[in-house]
């Protein structure tokens, strides 16, 4: 895509120079292991998805390219050493002994219906510690009658308005692993407005204009952010309309780098943080 300012390549040998120790490779972040992955004491802040178990989930509606997505990213787990289980079911949430296996659930579901007992398993996975991560509507459009499951995801998209648009996303957090030393980038997509979790903790934002709806002119969201559910870790971009967004470089290493971070729900200790977006005035 011609607005892109970096290569994939320059992107990478970029971040590797302002972020030492950030670049995602299996071969710096993990040793080789036979066992469940354990807590690390010589770098506890490197992720790693060697011998972790990952359940896709994919389904729904068909216009976010599922299944191009799962190309695009069940190679990249395989080859950081996870164990990837792919599934079109929402009855895999029953499954109970897969679900006592799983490190992480990436989902890719828009605009589905989920049964109570699918819903209720997922949710007491990710409560008791199952990392979830995933994108754009296949996470934030998935089950729009679900207010808890929307609880967890911690936003729900309500509108993109002009469609398919030109936008930059801005990285509001430069010391968070997930972000760090990634520049500011543009897009070429939905650029989602959504209702969120005042106690996300937001990583990258996008401002709106005037051009498709005045009345938002200025409006700053949320595009990426990190929360906890529970003991589980939740990671969500609103970049991903279709697969080719991830031909952006800062897009995927965003997406990589928060999969990566929710990867370690069972092995790191949960990140706190209060940040609300109200201030809070004490009388």
Avoid at 120 to 148: C, I, P, Q, T, Y
Avoid at 179 to 207: C, W
Wanted: with cysteine.
């Amino acid at each position: 895509m011609e607005q892109h300012s970096l290569s994939r390549r320059k992107f990478l040998e970029k971040i590797a120079l302002t972020s030492a120790g950030t670049v995602i490779s299996a071969r710096t972040f993990s040793q080789v292991s036979t066992n469940k992955p354990k807590l690390s004491t010589s770098n506890p802040k490197s992720p790693s998805l060697q011998d972790k178990s990952v359940l896709i989930v994919w389904g729904g509606w068909m216009g976010h390219e599922p299944k191009k997505c799962i190309a695009i990213f069940q190679p990249w787990l395989e080859e950081q050493g996870a164990k990837v289980t792919v599934s079109d079911t929402l009855d895999s949430y029953l499954d109970e002994e897969l679900m006592g296996s799983v490190d992480l659930i990436i989902q890719i579901w828009t605009m589905g219906t989920i049964k109570r007992p699918q819903e209720k398993a997922l949710l007491n996975a990710v409560r008791n510690g199952v990392g979830l991560a995933g994108w754009h509507g296949g996470l934030s459009d998935s089950f729009r009658n679900n207010v808890e499951y929307q609880f967890m995801v911690g936003g729900q998209w309500v509108a993109h308005p002009g469609g398919v648009i030109d936008f930059e996303v801005n990285i509001v957090d430069h010391n968070d692993p997930v972000t760090r030393g990634i520049p500011d980038f543009k897009m070429h997509s939905e650029q989602y407005y959504m209702h969120v979790d005042p106690n996300v903790k937001v990583l990258a934002t996008t401002t709106y204009n005037a051009d498709h709806a005045y009345w938002i002119n200025g409006c700053v969201m949320p595009v990426a952010w990190k929360k906890m559910y529970g003991k589980g870790r939740v990671f969500f971009s609103s970049n991903g309309h279709h697969a080719s967004d991830f031909d952006v470089p800062e897009a995927f290493e965003i997406t990589k780098r928060g999969i990566l971070w929710a990867s370690e729900s069972k092995y790191l200790p949960a990140e706190e943080w209060i940040q609300p977006a109200y201030p809070i005035i004490i009388c």
